[in-house]
């Protein structure tokens, strides 16, 4: 029997007060929660006087087979097309080696720095094949003893018409090779959304698996991705639903965001913000120049379960990026005027919520998937992203 005694740990008593307690772990599982506990023989005592406590960050969104690829792969123009652009054309230099070891590399990153599980799109396009999927799948399994690893098949485009019939044969396929999502951009079909959301819907439908698109990755105020995506899973899909980005539903009239936020709110989507790369991809040659994020507050007032993830990490679509929670949180402070505690929620339970996870707490009865930073608040933690850390991930400590 494996028991640990946490001892002085400050934790979260309400949203903006915290609270020194002692935490014992038994077989990865939290069984005490209190203050002054007494040590028992077998426990392996831990003082984190100094530390603030919190349950593990999920990471709703990412593309690690596109990790530490900045040096090898730039992007001249800085925008969204040039990162697609340049990735396209360089699709000869990544192949399945090479892509888990850059893979692994990240997951195992973010799991140093606090995360319990991650969601990585894996491109899936006739150009690049199922080497993506293969390589995830592969990562999934080195490195399931410290982070989970959730796999969205990414298609390419065009999904619809004749001319499309080895794209969306492609995506079948990755779902039998490991992927465990559907995932799609129907906003670059080319100005048709509706039909190519309804595929990845059916497809989804067909293999029996979650959903998580790329939707309205524009600041053209005309898309209506979102809404429509609300329309087609309130007439009665029957599994979960994420919304990635929704940058074009913050350049709308508030009447219009009002309405499609009550929309996702009601049908149950998930909508997940992603700061890094829409502030670095978005708003360029714009003035006034615009956030580049989706509308936080128009959603989060409508009651829809709003995430934050990274993105990117030091890839095309992004050049820089730490892969820790904390960094995405005070991002989310900046550009989406949350509070500290909104942020962290955004990246460690609602996220959780949000890929089907489950969020966690520091209670009796939880599993022990904990990052301790030294702080003294949970603001200060974000403020200053501390490298002094510790993970445990079932109740055993990772090494530093």
Request: some cysteine; aromatic content about 2%.
């Given at each position: 029997?494996?028991?640990?005694?946490?001892?002085?740990?400050?934790?979260?008593?309400?949203?903006?007060?915290?609270?020194?307690?002692?935490?014992?772990?038994?077989?990865?599982?939290?069984?005490?929660v209190?203050?002054?506990?007494?040590?028992?023989?077998?426990?392996?005592?831990?003082?984190?006087?100094?530390?603030?406590?919190?349950?593990?960050?999920?990471?709703?969104?990412?593309?690690?087979?596109k990790?530490?690829?900045?040096?090898?792969?730039?992007?001249?123009?800085?925008?969204?097309?040039?990162?697609?652009?340049?990735?396209?054309?360089?699709?000869?230099?990544?192949?399945?080696?090479?892509?888990?070891?850059?893979?692994?590399?990240?997951?195992?990153?973010?799991?140093?720095?606090?995360?319990?599980?991650?969601?990585?799109?894996?491109?899936?396009?006739?150009a690049?094949?199922?080497?993506?999927?293969?390589?995830l799948?592969?990562?999934?399994?080195?490195?399931?003893?410290?982070?989970?690893?959730?796999?969205?098949?990414?298609?390419?485009?065009?999904?619809?018409?004749?001319?499309?019939?080895d794209?969306?044969?492609?995506?079948?396929?990755?779902?039998?090779?490991?992927?465990?999502?559907?995932?799609?951009?129907?906003?670059?079909?080319?100005?048709?959304?509706?039909?190519?959301?309804?595929?990845?819907?059916?497809?989804?439908?067909?293999?029996?698996?979650?959903?998580?698109?790329?939707?309205?990755?524009?600041?053209?105020?005309?898309?209506?991705?979102?809404?429509?995506?609300?329309?087609?899973?309130?007439?009665?899909?029957?599994?979960?639903?994420?919304?990635?980005?929704?940058?074009?539903?913050?350049?709308?009239?508030?009447?219009?965001?009002?309405?499609?936020a009550?929309?996702?709110?009601?049908?149950?989507?998930g909508?997940?913000?992603?700061?890094?790369?829409?502030?670095f991809?978005?708003?360029?040659?714009?003035?006034?120049?615009?956030?580049?994020?989706?509308?936080?507050?128009?959603?989060?007032?409508?009651?829809?379960?709003?995430?934050?993830?990274?993105?990117?990490?030091?890839?095309?679509?992004?050049?820089?990026?730490?892969?820790?929670?904390?960094?995405?949180a005070?991002?989310?402070?900046?550009?989406?005027?949350?509070?500290?505690?909104?942020?962290?929620?955004?990246?460690?339970?609602?996220?959780?919520?949000?890929?089907?996870?489950?969020?966690?707490?520091?209670?009796?009865?939880?599993?022990?998937?904990?990052?301790?930073?030294?702080?003294?608040?949970v603001?200060?933690?974000?403020?200053?992203?501390?490298?002094?850390?510790?993970?445990w991930?079932?109740?055993?400590?990772?090494?530093?």
């Open positions: 029997m494996a028991s640990t005694l946490l001892q002085r740990a400050t934790t979260i008593h309400t949203d903006v007060t915290h609270l020194q307690q002692d935490i014992r772990i038994i077989d990865g599982v939290i069984t005490e209190g203050q002054l506990l007494p040590a028992d023989g077998d426990d392996e005592v831990i003082d984190l006087d100094g530390y603030v406590l919190l349950p593990a960050a999920v990471e709703p969104h990412a593309h690690l087979d990790a530490f690829l900045a040096e090898r792969i730039v992007n001249p123009t800085g925008d969204l097309m040039g990162a697609i652009t340049a990735m396209g054309e360089n699709r000869h230099l990544l192949s399945v080696d090479e892509t888990i070891e850059r893979a692994e590399r990240a997951a195992r990153l973010m799991a140093s720095n606090g995360y319990r599980a991650v969601r990585s799109h894996a491109d899936t396009t006739t690049h094949g199922l080497r993506s999927i293969e390589a799948a592969e990562v999934k399994q080195r490195v399931a003893a410290v982070i989970d690893v959730q796999i969205v098949a990414l298609s390419g485009w065009p999904v619809m018409g004749p001319s499309a019939a794209q969306r044969a492609l995506l079948n396929e990755a779902l039998a090779a490991g992927a465990d999502l559907v995932g799609g951009c129907p906003h670059l079909e080319g100005g048709d959304t509706l039909g190519p959301t309804e595929f990845f819907l059916q497809t989804a439908t067909d293999h029996g698996v979650d959903v998580d698109l790329h939707t309205d990755e524009t600041l053209d105020p005309t898309a209506r991705g979102l809404a429509e995506l609300a329309e087609l899973v309130s007439s009665g899909f029957e599994h979960q639903v994420t919304a990635s980005h929704c940058v074009s539903l913050s350049m709308q009239p508030e009447p219009e965001q009002r309405a499609t009550e929309a996702v709110a009601a049908a149950g989507i909508v997940v913000a992603l700061p890094h790369t829409n502030l991809l978005q708003g360029r040659g714009h003035s006034p120049m615009p956030r580049g994020l989706t509308a936080v507050a128009a959603l989060r007032a409508a009651g829809v379960r709003v995430a934050a993830g990274a993105d990117n990490l030091q890839d095309p679509f992004n050049p820089v990026g730490r892969a820790c929670p904390f960094e995405t005070g991002l989310m402070i900046m550009t989406a005027h949350m509070l500290p505690h909104e942020a962290w929620a955004s990246v460690s339970g609602v996220s959780a919520d949000v890929t089907g996870l489950g969020a966690q707490t520091i209670k009796v009865g939880q599993p022990a998937d904990l990052v301790a930073a030294r702080a003294a608040t603001r200060e933690a974000i403020a200053f992203g501390p490298t002094d850390r510790i993970v991930r079932n109740g055993q400590r990772l090494a530093a």
